[in-house]
């Protein structure tokens, strides 16, 4: 069983930069591609950002390309997604993601993840 949770996520207010964390406890999550999506109510659940395992590629977005930052910290054991000047339209449920299995990339795809965490809730209000 991996047991990893998304933290950092709260109010934040137009314009402001917000960091969501998804840690991760019992093994080393740098070995494994993480994801980070969002569902705001009554949308689709859609791909911000993933990192690939080691050191391997990032990839973003479209919509919010030039907003977002995507790191690892191993000492930690944790990868970092900064938002940066947030819009009302970010407002939603963000999850991370984990995918287990062969590959040294990561992908925005949902169905490629197997394992989720619960979530966090990132509020902007107007």
């Known amino acids: 069983q991996l047991t990893f949770w998304e933290s950092g996520g709260g109010l934040a207010q137009p314009g402001e930069s917000l960091k969501l964390n998804c840690v991760a406890f019992g093994f080393t999550l740098d070995d494994y591609a993480v994801g980070w999506f969002r569902q705001a109510p009554g949308k689709e659940r859609e791909g911000i950002s993933c990192?690939?395992?080691?050191?391997?590629?990032?990839r973003f977005g479209e919509f919010a390309k030039g907003r977002l930052s995507i790191s690892r910290n191993n000492a930690l054991n944790m990868v970092q997604l900064q938002i940066g000047n947030l819009k009302l339209e970010d407002a939603a449920e963000y999850y991370c993601?984990?995918?287990?299995?062969?590959?040294?990339?990561?992908?925005?795809?949902?169905?490629?993840?197997?394992?989720w965490g619960q979530g966090t809730q990132v509020t902007v209000p107007s």
């Open positions: 990192i690939s395992p080691r050191g391997g590629p990032t």
């Open positions: 993601a984990l995918h287990i299995g062969q590959g040294a990339y990561c992908d925005l795809a949902s169905s490629w993840y197997t394992h």
